[in-house]
Structures are given as structure tokens and as C-alpha cells.
């Protein structure tokens, strides 16, 4: 497989680089951007399309020239200059990965590779840095997937994969409008549906093993009504000295963390 090389801003590279900033063509060309080794080896391992690798022309590591020899994906070079405004100066940045975004819908969820976790979801959260936070302690605690509702941040925002820490990677990651479409899966389904709030039953007091579906609200306003509303159990944090509240990544992290340790 010959390789492009690209020397110059063109259309192409200005296509790559609307991806680090521009929410509506990552969408509408179902493509983002990843940077860095462990996200990029994730990605791959995990079976995610990769559509093109990109790299400086200067000297690569070992990691970065054994991908580049065995990848499918179309490989271009870039100026040194050029692929420094893609990699984002991330640390071991050599490669940087043009993935393929996957669908949306539910219908996904029947295909996780951890079809006994917990199902995640974080409603209308703001920061992408959140939703990586929370990727990275779904993937450690054993959650099959991370669905994103509501009007909210973006989980293919380069912050939120960076944050991940290629953790996206191992989840089924799915965004729906609202509660509705998630709600009637899990009925279906024989999901049980946690919400996380300030006030709720003490989390030591709620059952989470088998399946369940547990709801992380958004960081200023909680839990939307609408999933309030459908929740079968709400439950709390118990917290001392004179913190108000927990960053919801954090909260939903231990939400999960005890879901784990009721698994066995």
C-alpha cells in the first residue's frame, strides 16, 4: 500500500482538523479523531474501523511503525507541522487515528461484550472531560456500555477520549435524545433503573447486582425529571466535612465500584 503525503493545508487536512473542534462534521462524517498510543491501541484491539492513520515524516517509534506496517487503514504522511496541529502535542502522539463513529441505536446494546455489566448513563453532562472520567471508570468496574442523553457534551470530543484513556474503546458508547428509547429497552429487558442524587437511599442500602441500568445526572442540576421519574431506586453518597457535593463522574465511579463489589 503506497502512502499519501501531504505537505500543505488542503481540503482533506482541513477535514482531519475540523474534527478536533467541529461537533457537527464529526457527526455528519461519522468520524473522529484519536491520538495518542494506549487510546489508538484500544481502538484497534477493540475492533473499532479505523479509516486512516496519520504521521509526521520524522523518525517513529517502534509501536508507531509496527501499526503503520500492518494497518488496513489508509496511511498518509504529513509535514511535521501539519501533523502537530492533529496530535494536539499529546504525549506519544506520533500516530494520530481517523476512527469510524458507530450508531446509536439501542439496538447496540444486545451486542456488548460484557452483556452483564451495568449499563451507565450520563444525562445532558456538559464537560467532555466528565464523560472520559466516567468511560474510564465504566471500562474498569465492568459496565457493558456508556449511553450519553439529552443535550450533552460530546463522547468523541478529543478531550473525552483523551480522558478515556482508550477506555471508550471497550464499551458499547451510544447518545439518545431523551430517557424514552433506553427506558422501553430495559423494561424489555428485565433492567432494574438506578438514578444518583444528593438525596436517595443510602447506596449501601440498594440492590445493584444483576441488571441494572444506573443513571449519573448532570454536574449543576442532577437527575432530568424525565429520569427521575422512571427510576426504580435513587440512591446517595454518604459524605462528610464541607463538601456539597461530588463531581458526578466521581459519584457515578462509586455507584459502579459498589455495583462491582455486589457482583462478588
Request: charged share 20%; hydrophobic share 40%.
Amino acid at each position: 500500500m503506497s502512502d499519501l503525503r501531504i505537505t500543505r493545508e488542503n481540503a482533506r487536512f482541513q477535514q482531519w482538523e475540523a474534527l478536533l473542534t467541529n461537533r457537527s462534521k464529526r457527526h455528519r462524517n461519522r468520524e473522529f479523531l484519536v491520538q495518542g498510543v494506549r487510546p489508538i491501541t484500544r481502538a484497534v484491539e477493540e475492533g473499532w474501523t479505523v479509516r486512516a492513520l496519520l504521521r509526521s515524516d520524522q523518525t517513529a517509534s517502534g509501536w508507531a511503525d509496527a501499526l503503520w506496517a500492518t494497518t488496513r487503514a489508509e496511511r498518509v504522511v504529513l509535514s511535521p507541522e501539519l501533523h502537530a496541529r492533529l496530535s494536539g502535542k499529546v504525549e506519544g502522539a506520533e500516530l494520530v487515528a481517523v476512527v469510524e463513529m458507530p450508531e446509536d441505536g439501542v439496538e447496540r446494546l444486545a451486542d456488548s461484550t460484557r452483556p452483564h455489566g451495568p449499563v451507565v448513563v450520563f444525562d445532558r453532562p456538559t464537560s467532555p472531560g466528565n464523560i472520559g472520567t466516567l468511560a474510564r471508570s465504566a471500562d474498569a468496574f465492568g459496565a457493558s456500555a456508556l449511553v450519553v442523553t439529552g443535550h450533552a457534551a460530546d463522547p468523541y470530543d478529543p478531550q473525552a477520549v483523551r480522558a478515556s484513556t482508550g477506555s471508550l474503546f471497550a464499551l458499547t458508547v451510544l447518545r439518545v435524545p431523551g430517557p424514552g428509547p433506553l427506558v422501553e429497552w430495559a423494561q424489555a429487558h428485565g433492567y432494574r433503573i438506578v438514578g444518583t442524587d444528593e438525596v436517595g437511599s443510602p447506596l449501601a442500602d440498594v440492590a445493584l447486582g444483576g441488571r441494572v441500568v444506573v443513571v449519573v445526572g448532570n454536574e449543576t442540576h442532577g437527575l432530568s425529571s424525565g429520569w427521575r421519574a422512571v427510576c426504580d431506586d435513587v440512591v446517595s453518597i454518604a459524605m462528610v466535612g464541607t463538601a456539597s457535593s461530588l463531581n458526578a463522574a466521581v459519584a457515578g465511579s462509586i455507584v459502579l465500584h459498589d455495583a462491582l463489589r455486589q457482583r462478588g
